[in-house]
């Protein structure tokens, strides 16, 4: 009765049956997975954000397949400060970044094309791939004292069928940015075998260092796909905005604008108030960057503290966004450990494979949680790794 696209192997894990089973006993839970920023203590400015939402202006329709003039000139706006210039008519609105991606995957590939994305890097695009008939091929990136991408395994995974290469600047879960030098080399391959570049700058804002990192909206040489949005940049994800900034060289650039303004109006997902609410959503982006940078540094400052007295775990470099990678001895598989870290400790972590790290010998943790959850968090997890 289904597509063979959706025979997925439904079945929770291991791990998300302990993870279940925890919560439902309601014993505590130190959760170094969070994501959710709306679930991290931090103050919003709720009478802004709720103002925002009660926009006269939305009592009326006025459909437009790329999105509310107001809304896009605010993103504009967001690339200006970067030093990017960024017109309008080149920015499409979509109800999230994954919306912006499946806009992109469809402009592109027909069934059974091929977009490489890099390895390590967060779980979603398999489903995303999946439900749009994509096939995707994994490049390598390599660790020595940083990440890099492995060119030439990547220009090794090229084939006819491939369309795009995705970068995920700075990368989940590896934390780390496209370097100038790499994003040179990327334009060279993408023009010479007529590829297109997919950017997704989710956590461009998050650059743990200081200097700003640059974005690609304004990179001009290949035909480049910019995907950013709200939930990250703003820390407001119930609010569903996104958008996509088309670049690159004309008249590819204006073919691909006009096929995907077909595909937005197929849709029309944005709803009005959301749109005339996403300047003061933008601005928001100040006060809760601040608020996040600062956790993210102090986080990771204490695990660093911690991880001084401890032999058996180190963490890899991270350059930005919000998590970090712990190299641990590789005594046992990754999902026994995350299992027995809940039971014995009541704390949750995800196992390296999740992000397409090697099975064992690698935790992925998230540095959003509060403070003194963090550090009582880590210090189980040092404590128990000790015990080994
Ligand atoms: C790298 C990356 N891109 C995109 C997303 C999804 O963003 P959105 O909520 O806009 O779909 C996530 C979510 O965690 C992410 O980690």
């Not at 601040?290 to 991270?318: F, S």
């Not at 809940?342 to 995800?350: A, C, P, R």
Request: with cysteine; hydrophobic share 45%; net charge negative.
């Amino acid at each position: 009765m289904f597509a063979k696209r959706t025979n997925w192997n439904l079945a929770p894990n291991r791990l998300s049956q302990a993870l279940a089973a925890h919560r439902a006993s309601g014993k505590p839970l130190i959760d170094l997975t969070v994501s959710n920023p709306t679930e991290c203590g931090f103050a919003y400015d709720s009478e802004a954000i709720l103002d925002a939402l009660r926009n006269p202006a939305a009592l009326k329709y006025e459909p437009n397949p790329k999105g509310l003039e107001c809304a896009r000139r605010a993103v504009a706006e967001y690339y200006a400060e970067k030093r990017a210039d960024v017109a309008i008519e080149d920015i499409i609105l979509t109800t999230s970044t994954s919306e912006a991606y499946s806009f992109v995957f469809r402009l592109l590939c027909d069934p059974g094309d091929e977009v490489l994305i890099p390895a390590p890097s967060y779980p979603l695009f398999d489903f995303l791939a999946d439900t749009l008939d994509v096939k995707l091929t994994r490049y390598p990136l390599l660790y020595d004292h940083g990440w890099v991408i492995d060119f030439h395994a990547l220009e090794q995974s090229i084939t006819p069928r491939t369309r795009a290469v995705i970068v995920v600047h700075p990368n989940n879960p590896t934390g780390h940015f496209t370097k100038t030098s790499e994003v040179a080399k990327l334009n060279d391959l993408c023009v010479s075998r007529r590829l297109a570049i997919i950017a997704d700058e989710v956590f461009l804002d998050f650059a743990l260092n200081e200097a700003p990192c640059a974005t690609f909206a304004a990179n001009s040489r290949a035909l480049t796909f910019t995907l950013s949005g709200l939930s990250k940049i703003s820390g407001l994800p119930q609010m569903k905005a996104a958008w996509l900034v088309a670049s690159g060289p004309q008249p590819a650039r204006a073919q691909a604008l006009e096929r995907l303004e077909v595909i937005a109006d197929t849709f029309l997902s944005m709803n009005a108030p959301i749109q005339l609410a996403m300047p003061a959503f933008l601005e928001q982006r100040h006060s809760f960057q601040k608020q996040l940078l600062a956790r993210l540094r102090r986080n990771l400052a204490e695990l660093d503290r911690q991880l001084a007295t401890h032999r058996v775990c180190t963490r890899l470099a991270v350059e930005g966004g919000w998590y970090a990678i712990l190299r641990i001895p590789a005594t046992r598989s990754g999902n026994d450990l995350a299992i027995e870290l809940l039971n014995s400790q009541g704390i949750s972590v995800h196992p390296g494979h999740f992000y397409d790290l090697p099975a064992e010998g690698y935790l992925v943790i998230s540095l959003l949680a509060p403070e003194a959850n963090f550090g009582e968090g880590i210090s189980r997890l040092l404590g128990c790794l000790e015990q080994d």
